[in-house]
Structures are given as C-alpha cells and as structure tokens.
C-alpha cells in the first residue's frame, strides 16, 4: 500500500485538492488492487 498527497511534492506548486490523499493498493495475492481517495485533515497531525 501506498499513500500519495498532490501537495506533497517537490515542485511547490499549489494543488486544488490538497486536502485528499490516495491511499494506493498496488499488490493483493486474493484480491483486488485500486485506488481509495481519503480526506486528508491537516490539523490532526
């Protein structure tokens, strides 16, 4: 599994949806991969 944030990259660009955060499902042996968009909340850090 992976997590990946637009925000969070090295060009500094700002980004629409800097508030979601994928989270990537790359290998599962029994099951499906894909993707789950997640709402990232900044202040809970």
Do not use: W
Request: charged share 25%; proline share 2%.
């Amino acid at each position: 599994m992976f997590l990946h944030r637009d925000d969070f990259t090295e060009d500094n660009t700002v980004h629409p949806n800097s508030d979601i955060t994928e989270l990537i499902i790359a290998k599962n042996n029994y099951g499906d991969t894909g993707t789950i968009r997640l709402k990232y909340n900044s202040k809970s850090q």
